[in-house]
């Protein structure tokens, strides 16, 4: 079968098939539980420097085309999280922390002091005043929260980007020029549902971020413009349910993918995805080299 190991973004990887943050990354037992159903690195549920509870329920809603949250980044700290990463890490793939703050020294606080094996920046989440997108959505902020953690943690560093802008090609090379290690593109689409019955917001924030199948084509187009341009690399996020979607993503560009409302189906998603990457792989006789960019390097 071809390898499919890789080095990317500072990380090496068994494969390039990993676990998103935010589904199932609150415990180090269920983080464990995907490195071991064979994701080549997990993300954890983003941190932050003190304890938060989140908005009010309800915070996840299923719409016909995919799953509308609004968590609100609760989190027991990042203190209190050291523990869970350690559990995590004892699967002994890497370990992604997903940090957020409101600057950029509450985020190089908590780079200096949490261990993990390299740091995904959440600047994208669409709900959360003064954190997320509200950040993330300006340039300017977005290096200089790059360039805050990366002078501060020893770990490579991972911008997750917001879709919810007119250019994130923009947001991309801001953090590029911070020193990011790779982007991670995307975080999900700022949405909202409404109960026809009794014309209230289902979500108790009203306003989410609608994730699943149908941001899938967004994430495509999304990672196709970045790698198209970008030094550093980009990983794929947004809808990917199946070893195609996966090809896909790592075709427009994606050196690797992350795996996140897919998850609601269980932990084998990681297997099917990777065991369906080598046969393709194998049926055309390419390896994950050739697959990374094709699209980009046709339309030339
Ligand atoms: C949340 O906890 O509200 C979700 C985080 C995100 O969308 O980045």
């Known amino acids: 079968m071809p390898s499919l190991s890789i080095h990317a973004g500072g990380l090496d990887l068994k494969n390039p098939v990993l676990l998103a943050a935010g589904i199932l990354g609150t415990t180090g037992a ?3 539980r995907a490195a071991l159903a064979g994701a080549g690195g997990v993300v954890t549920k983003s941190v932050g420097s003190v304890p938060r509870e989140g908005h009010p329920g309800p915070t996840i809603v299923h719409v016909k085309c995919g799953l509308l949250n609004a968590m609100g980044l609760p989190n027991p700290s990042y203190r209190d999280f050291q523990q869970e990463i350690k559990t ?5 793939v890497p370990v992604i922390a997903s940090i957020f703050g409101s600057s950029a020294t509450e985020f190089a606080q908590i780079a ?3 261990k993990a094996d390299a740091f995904e920046l959440n600047l994208s989440c669409p709900h959360a005043e ?3 997108s509200e950040l993330g959505r300006y340039p300017d902020l977005v290096e200089s929260v790059t360039g805050a953690v990366k002078a501060a943690a020893d770990v490579p560093v991972w911008v997750k980007l917001t879709p919810n802008t007119a250019d994130i090609l923009e947001l991309g090379l801001a953090a590029q020029r911070g020193g990011a290690d790779a982007v991670v593109a995307i975080n999900t689409l700022k949405a909202m ?3 026809i019955e009794t014309g209230y917001p ?3 924030n009203r306003y989410g ?3 699943g199948q149908a ?3 967004v994430a495509v187009r999304c990672v196709y413009e970045l790698a198209g341009r970008l030094e550093i690399p980009v990983i794929g996020v947004g809808g990917i349910s199946s070893w195609e979607d996966a090809v896909e993503m790592i075709m427009a560009g994606a050196q690797a993918v992350q795996v996140g409302t897919a998850l609601l189906g269980g932990y084998g998603i990681f297997e099917e995805i990777t065991c369906g990457i080598s046969r393709y792989l194998e049926r055309k006789s390419m390896t994950l080299e050739d697959l990374c960019g094709l699209a980009g390097r046709r339309s030339q």
């Open 30 to 32: 269920s983080l464990r």
């Open 88 to 92: 995590a890490r004892s699967a002994g």
């Open 112 to 114: 200096r002091v949490l």
């Open 130 to 132: 003064k954190y997320g």
């Open 193 to 195: 549902a409404i109960d």
């Open 202 to 204: 289902m979500l108790g």
């Open 209 to 211: 971020g609608l994730s």
């Open 215 to 217: 941001i899938k084509p």
